[in-house]
């Protein structure tokens, strides 16, 4: 199985704080990683896929970069709403893979 | 509008079987995989297999391979997760996904509610 490495696994940050996480594939993934965020008794929604597209109706301050191996998921200015834990996704083999997760809290 | 609709949260002993299921519609049914999460009390989702309505292929996470089976009838477009001797550890919320784009496609974009299965004596 690929493992998926995110960091940091918790992190407060203030509102209109830009705010960063990042996942590591243990193999090379090409651009097939995407991130979720899940608000606390919710199901999960999908907010990047491939890596960097934004999907849609998803505001335009989350973006994501990277390929191969490396990562990184980017809110350009936090806000309330955006607490919650947010997940890495691989599926560029079979079993997909999630990274461990990353909580936001407001600070 | 696409929506996945679940069975709801279900309590049973350690055991005993269970077939949950999850109802698709607004959508093509046969042409969209079927995937199923879990996610256990506070912890982080992990992916257990999918499956292709179209013809009943299966992919399993090594993780769930034996423990589980997932199933479909296109005819009502509804996947199936199913146990046949469930364990405590079992007690989780399960998600069934449909992906973004038909075919094989890994982008998890609209998810059931969830359904809550408690295993306890």
């Known amino acids: 199985d690929i493992q998926m490495t995110q960091s940091p696994s918790s992190l407060s940050a203030s509102v209109g704080d830009r705010v960063t996480i990042t996942c590591q594939a243990s193999q090379y993934i090409n651009n097939y990683l995407n991130w979720y965020h899940q608000k606390a008794g919710k199901a999960p929604q999908l907010l990047i896929y491939d890596a960097s597209n934004l999907e849609t109706g998803v505001p335009s301050r989350f973006s994501g970069s990277g390929s191969g191996t490396d990562f990184t998921f980017t809110i350009s200015s936090l806000q309330p709403e955006d607490i919650g834990t947010y997940y890495c996704?691989?599926?560029?083999?079979?079993?997909?893979?999630f990274g461990g997760g990353t909580k936001v809290e407001i600070k | 509008e696409v929506q996945m609709v679940q069975s709801g949260a279900v309590v049973k002993k350690p055991g005993e079987s269970l077939r949950i299921s999850c109802k698709g519609s607004?959508?093509?049914?046969?042409?969209?995989?079927i995937n199923w999460v879990r996610q256990m009390p506070g912890k982080g989702l992990e992916w257990m297999g999918r499956?292709?309505?179209?013809?009943?292929?299966?992919d399993y996470s090594p993780s769930f391979q034996g423990h589980v089976t997932i199933s479909v009838d296109k005819a009502i477009s509804t996947a199936y997760l199913q146990w046949s001797r469930l364990q405590a550890s079992d007690t989780a919320m399960y998600y069934c996904v449909r992906p973004r784009l038909h075919g094989d496609n890994g982008a998890l974009d609209y998810w059931g509610p969830g359904s809550l299965l408690t295993v306890s004596s």
């Open positions: 996704q691989q599926y560029d083999n079979i079993p997909f893979t």
């Open positions: 607004g959508y093509n049914f046969p042409i969209y995989w």
């Open positions: 499956i292709d309505p179209s013809d009943s292929y299966t």
